[in-house]
């Protein structure tokens, strides 16, 4: 569902899991979802499939401060759309009795001090603490993880992410608020298509298949754990020779417009 939410409501009831699909075109999402090549996913998004966004960020260390201020992808339609969660800002034109606030400088902070046990599960290079930069996002949670098998390039990162993921959801009885940065969909993504010796588009899909599937343990994990929000989506798109653009942190619509979709797993 992508209707407006109380997040009020959910935040102290719920577990909460972002899940952010790095480097993923929405309209690569929405065909797979078209031609029923996402079962997993698919149960969980709109009858109409993933909700067209525009990100806030051309690459993923942009998108990922704006998402964890709470300025996650925007509808891409006219229209003042509230947020589900924001910093306290004075003046915030997208902050309604809906959205969830709080005074910490991001949102892993602002659950952390209402006792969610706050998890980030790295993939690209940006969450690898192997240096300043990469430690930036992990060092907003309480517990953070990172191996070079979790991250791009490697065939099975996204099961190896979710096996990870199960197993701290299991810890303790805590609520908690996980992240994960799945790292599979980025390039080098040619290994999800046998045969293929470059990235495109086609390997593009075909990792995002590969994902869908991997993905199922950690819905089973959600669910069985209790009541539980799920947020899904892109941080940035990328271009494979769309208009002689290759890539991203440029400013083509293959790049700022990404799939999003959140949803509730468990009990009510």
Not at 42 to 59: D, V, Y
Not at 81 to 88: D, V
Request: net charge neutral; glycine share 10%; aromatic share 10%.
């Amino acid at each position: 569902m992508t209707g407006p939410i109380d997040m009020n409501r959910v935040v102290g009831t719920h577990d909460i899991v972002m899940i952010t699909l790095d480097t993923l075109r929405y309209d690569v999402a929405q065909t797979a979802f078209e031609r029923g090549e996402l079962p997993v996913l698919s149960r969980h998004l709109p009858a109409q499939g993933w909700e067209k966004r525009h990100t806030p960020g051309n690459f993923t260390y942009a998108a990922h401060h704006a998402f964890f201020a709470g300025y996650l992808p925007t509808p891409a339609r006219p229209g003042a759309h509230p947020r589900l969660f924001a910093t306290a800002f004075r003046g915030s034109e997208t902050t309604a009795r809906s959205t969830f606030v709080f005074d910490e400088e991001n949102i892993p902070k602002g659950l952390g001090a209402r006792g969610y046990r706050t998890v980030c599960i790295g993939g690209v290079g940006f969450f690898n603490k192997q240096n300043a930069l990469g430690r930036v996002f992990p060092g907003m949670f309480a517990e953070s993880h990172w191996h070079p098998t979790l991250g791009v390039g490697h065939r099975h990162s996204t099961e190896r992410q979710v096996d990870l993921a199960v197993q701290r959801l299991h810890a303790d009885a805590q609520r908690v608020f996980l992240f994960i940065n799945v790292s599979s969909i980025h390039t080098p993504n040619r290994a999800h298509l046998p045969g293929h010796t470059e990235d495109s588009l086609e390997t593009h899909a075909a990792a995002l298949r590969y994902v869908d599937g991997a993905l199922a343990p950690l819905f089973e994990a959600c669910a069985s754990r209790g009541p539980t929000f799920v947020i899904v989506c892109s941080d940035h798109g990328t271009a494979y020779g769309d208009d002689g653009y290759h890539g991203h942190r440029i400013g083509h619509e293959c790049v700022w417009t990404v799939p999003y979709a959140h949803f509730f797993l468990g009990a009510p």
